[in-house]
């Protein structure tokens, strides 16, 4: 990749980057998302009708109390954990490629 003057400082002008705790958002989606998906993928008993409902609850609610609806409490650091656990599983198997 050649990043030439005209390009190398593009991110600068990028104006939603300056908008408080926007990047996290990404993060903590992600984590909730890992969270939702691995109780699913191990079949946890209703999960699948859990994830229904929280879909299902539009914006009928703040975002964090949809979210224990699938038994997710963003509140604490195990959703994090385990998004940094799969990440870091991503990252074994790159090195091993």
Known sequence: MEADEDIAF?????PHFYTPFYVYQY???FAA?????SKILSGEPGIVENYKRF???G??????DLLKLCGVDM?????VERA???FEEYLEKLAKA
């Open 33 to 37: 998302a890992i969270a939702i998906s």
């Open 59 to 64: 914006s009928s609610m703040d975002p964090i």
């Open 55 to 57: 879909l299902s609850g």
């Open 27 to 29: 993060a903590t989606g």
């Open 10 to 14: 593009e991110w600068q002008r990028i």
């Open 84 to 86: 940094l656990d799969v």
């Open 75 to 79: 509140s604490s650091p195990e959703p």
